[in-house]
C-alpha cells in the first residue's frame, strides 16, 4: 500500500481479554517500530523490528505485550489479559533503514485505539 | 539521563501571530532531531529533521527550526500562524545510536484563535 495501514481502527475489549493488533508497514521499509501514545502523554517506545528480528524490545510494559513480524512485513502486537491501564492509542511506523548513527524518518500509521472495559 | 523535552503541553497563539514551540534534548553528542505533527484522529507526519548538515532547517507548511548546540536546543518556529496548524506537534531526537528508536518529546498542543 501507500502508507502504512494498522487494524483495527478501534478496539474496546473486556479487562482479561487478549487482543492482536496489526500492523503492514510500507513496501520494502526494513525497519518497523510500535509505539504507545496515552492520553495526554508523549509516544511511548515498545519495540522495534529489523527484518523479522527484534533487536530492541526494552520498551514492553511487560510479558503480557508480545510482537512478531513475519515475512519482513505485516507485524503483530499482543496484548495478553489485557488491563485498562492498556487502553491507550498503539502506533506503528516502519523506516526504509533503521535509526542509530543515521536514523531514517519514520512514517506513522493512523494507530489502534484501545480501550479496556 | 538522555531525553526530550517539550516546555509548555498547550500553546495558544492568534491567527497572524508567531508560533514558537519548544524542544530541548538532553544527549552527551549531539542528536539527529525531528519534529512531527498530529493532525486530529491521524498519524504522525514529518515536518521537519535536522542531521548535522544545516543549523537551520526549513520544512513543510512554513515551519523552520534551529539547531543550537550551546542551548541543547531544536524549537520550531513559524511566521505567521493559521487555523489549519492547530494540530499536536513532537519533537524527536536519536539520542543513543545503540538505541534504534527515536525518543519523543511529550507534546504540544497548538491551538490558533481566530
Known amino acids: 500500500g501507500a502508507g502504512v495501514s494498522q487494524s483495527p481502527s478501534n478496539k474496546v475489549t473486556e479487562k482479561g481479554k487478549d487482543v492482536e493488533l496489526r500492523c503492514d508497514p510500507i513496501?520494502?521499509?526494513?525497519?518497523l517500530y510500535w509505539y504507545r501514545q496515552s492520553l495526554g502523554q508523549g509516544l511511548e517506545f515498545l519495540i522495534y523490528?529489523?527484518?523479522?528480528?527484534?533487536?530492541?524490545k526494552s520498551g514492553l510494559p511487560s510479558d503480557r505485550f508480545s510482537a512478531e513480524r513475519t515475512g519482513g512485513s505485516v507485524s503483530t502486537l499482543t496484548i495478553q489479559r489485557t488491563q485498562q491501564e492498556d487502553s491507550a492509542v498503539y502506533l506503528c511506523a516502519s523506516s526504509p533503514r533503521g535509526t542509530g548513527v543515521r536514523p531514517g524518518e519514520l512514517f506513522f500509521g493512523e494507530g489502534s485505539r484501545l480501550t479496556v472495559l | 539521563a538522555q531525553s526530550v523535552t517539550q516546555l509548555g503541553s498547550h500553546v495558544s497563539v492568534s491567527e497572524g501571530a508567531l508560533v514558537l514551540l519548544r524542544c530541548n534534548y538532553s544527549?552527551?553528542?549531539?542528536?539527529?532531531l525531528f519534529w512531527y505533527v498530529q493532525y486530529p484522529n491521524q498519524g504522525l507526519q514529518l515536518l521537519l529533521k535536522y542531521t548535522s548538515a544545516a543549523t537551520l532547517v526549513k520544512g513543510i507548511n512554513g515551519f523552520e527550526a534551529e539547531f543550537k548546540k550551546s542551548e541543547t536546543s531544536f524549537h520550531l518556529t513559524k511566521p505567521s500562524a493559521h487555523m489549519s496548524d492547530a494540530a499536536e506537534y513532537f519533537c524527536?531526537?536519536?539520542?543513543?545510536?545503540?538505541?534504534?528508536?527515536?525518543?519523543f518529546g511529550s507534546g504540544t498542543r497548538l491551538q490558533v484563535q481566530p
Open positions: 523490528f529489523q527484518g523479522n528480528s527484534a533487536p530492541d
Open positions: 513496501s520494502g521499509h526494513t525497519a
Open positions: 544527549s552527551s553528542v549531539p542528536p539527529y
Open positions: 524527536a531526537a536519536s539520542l543513543d545510536t545503540g538505541r534504534r528508536a527515536l525518543t
